[in-house]
Nanobody, 124 residues
């Protein structure tokens, strides 16, 4: 059974930091590119950050560039997202997802495994 379990969400003040983790089981994570997406209330799910199989290449949505950092530890089947200088517009449910093959990493339609999500709320 494939499981992607996110953790690390919570309530943080603007300018603060959070680190999200995604623990993967049931698949060999090195065979997948991994990404984080988020969905705010009333909005479509959007791409946040992605990382290739080895961690050599990373990709970010325009709104988080320079503030968020994605990383992976294939030995531990773990993917992380370090979020700094958080803003109220970063509020939403953050999802970890696994992409097989060579499709567009920013397009959610290609992802075959998803976690249940973790809530991030940025508010004073």
């Amino acid at each position: 059974q494939v499981q992607l379990v996110e953790s690390g969400g919570g309530l943080v003040q603007p300018g603060g930091s959070l680190r999200l983790s995604c623990a993967v089981s049931g698949i060999t994570v090195v065979n997948f590119r991994m990404s984080w997406f988020r969905q705010a209330p009333g909005k479509e799910r959007e791409f946040v950050a992605g990382i290739d199989w080895s961690g050599t290449f990373t990709y970010y949505g325009d709104s988080v560039k320079g503030r968020f950092t994605i990383s992976r530890d294939n030995a531990k089947n773990l993917v992380s997202l370090q979020m700094n200088n958080l803003k109220p517009e970063d509020t939403g449910v953050y999802y970890c997802a696994a992409l097989a093959g060579h499709g567009d990493i920013k397009n959610m339609s290609g992802y075959i495994y998803w976690g249940q999500g973790t809530q991030v709320t940025v508010s004073s």
